[in-house]
C-alpha cells in the first residue's frame, strides 16, 4: 500500500520521524508540492496526507484516494462533499494543539503589556547602562490582573486560554453557540456576543472561521469595544476586516493587537495591518512547538492505523 505526503516540511521539517507512517505501507514524503505537480505525485496512492495542498474534485476524479489524512485541524482545503461521493474518507487532528495556542494567546498579550523584545533590545544598544536611573520602560506596561477577557469560541483551546486568564486574575466573559454553564464560576461567565464586544479589556478569537463568523471582528463591533481594548487572534486570519483592525489601532481606538494568523498566508506585502501602530504579528506558529507537532504525527498515524483496521477515526465527512 503506497502512502504519500504532499506537503510535511512544515510539520516535520527534520526534527521528527515518519516512522511511525513508515511501518503501515511504502511512504513518499515531499516537502512541498506545487499545484501542478499534485495528481503526478499522487499517482497510484491508496492514502493521502495533506497539510494546506488544495485537493479537488477534478483531483480526485484522477486518482486512486482511499483515504486522505490531514494534518492539521482545519479541512477546508479538502472538497469532502467530493470525497464523500467518491466514498474517501476524509480525517483531520482535532486536539493536537490546545496548550501551545492558549499558550501563544498569552506570549503575544504578555509581549503588548511588557515589550520586553523590545526593552532587551534597549539593554543591549546600551540604553541602561547609559541612565542615571536604576531602571527605566520605552513604553507603558499593563497589569492583567483584575481586566477582562472576552473569549469569543469557548471549545478546548478558548476554555483553556481561560484557564490561564483566570490563573492571571482576570474575569473572562466567553461566547459559544453552545454554552456549556457548568464551566461558570466566581470569575468566569457565558454572555452574548454583544455584552463581549462590549464590556472586554481583552478580547481573543477561538472561533471556526464559517460564514457567520468571517469578518465578526470588523469597524461596526470595534466601534462598540472599550477606548484602549487589546485584539488577540490565533485562530483564522479572515475573522478580522483587517483594513478595519489597522484604522482602529492607528487611531487608538484599538490599543494593541497580536495576531498569528492573517486572511492570506504567508502575509502580503500590502497587508494593512504590517503598517499599522502597536501590531505584533507572528508567523503561524502557536501550533509549531515541537511538543505540538509530535503529537499531531503520532495522532495522524493513529488515525491511519484506526482506518486500515476498519475502525476510522476523527473523521470529518462520514
Not at 477582562?148 to 473572562?172: D, E, P, S
Not at 478580522?240 to 483592525?245: A, C, K, S, Y
Request: charged share 25%.
Amino acid at each position: 500500500m503506497k502512502i504519500v505526503v504532499l506537503d510535511g516540511y512544515t510539520l516535520n521539517p527534520g526534527d521528527l520521524t515518519w516512522e511511525g507512517m513508515e511501518k503501515l505501507g511504502e511512504l513518499t514524503v515531499y516537502d512541498r508540492t506545487p499545484e501542478d505537480k499534485v495528481i503526478e505525485r499522487i499517482g497510484d496512492a491508496e492514502i493521502l496526507f495533506v497539510n494546506k495542498v488544495k485537493i479537488t474534485r477534478e483531483i480526485l476524479e484522477q486518482t486512486k484516494v482511499k483515504y486522505i489524512g490531514v494534518l492539521a485541524t482545519g479541512y477546508n482545503v479538502i472538497d469532502v462533499d467530493a470525497a464523500k461521493e467518491k466514498g474517501i474518507l476524509v480525517s483531520n487532528i482535532p486536539t493536537y494543539g490546545t496548550a501551545s495556542v492558549a499558550q501563544m494567546v498569552f506570549a503575544l498579550l504578555l509581549e503588548i503589556c511588557h515589550h520586553v523584545g523590545a526593552h532587551d533590545a534597549a539593554v543591549k544598544r546600551g540604553e541602561w547602562a547609559n541612565k542615571t536611573d536604576f531602571c527605566f520602560w520605552k513604553h507603558p506596561l499593563i497589569e492583567l490582573a483584575g481586566k477582562t477577557m472576552g473569549i469569543i469560541g469557548y471549545g478546548r483551546i478558548g476554555q483553556n486560554a481561560g484557564q490561564l486568564a483566570q490563573a492571571f486574575g482576570m474575569k473572562v466573559l466567553a461566547y459559544n453557540r453552545n454554552p456549556d454553564k457548568a464551566l461558570e464560576g466566581d470569575t468566569m461567565k457565558f454572555v452574548d456576543l454583544e455584552e463581549l464586544i462590549c464590556e472586554s479589556d481583552v478580547i481573543s478569537l477561538h472561533c471556526p472561521l464559517l460564514d457567520s463568523t468571517k469578518g465578526i471582528i470588523n469597524k461596526n463591533s470595534i466601534a462598540k469595544m472599550k477606548h484602549g481594548v487589546i485584539i488577540i487572534n490565533t485562530s483564522r486570519g479572515p475573522l478580522i476586516v483587517e483594513e478595519d483592525l489597522a484604522a482602529a489601532l492607528n487611531s487608538g481606538k484599538v490599543y494593541a493587537a497580536g495576531v498569528d494568523v492573517v486572511s492570506v498566508e504567508p502575509i502580503e506585502e500590502n497587508n494593512p495591518l504590517l503598517k499599522a501602530k502597536n501590531i505584533f504579528i507572528t508567523p503561524h506558529i502557536a501550533w509549531a512547538p515541537i511538543e505540538s507537532r509530535e503529537r499531531l504525527m503520532n495522532i495522524a498515524v493513529e488515525n491511519l492505523r484506526s482506518y486500515l483496521n476498519g475502525k476510522p477515526d476523527n473523521i470529518v465527512n462520514g
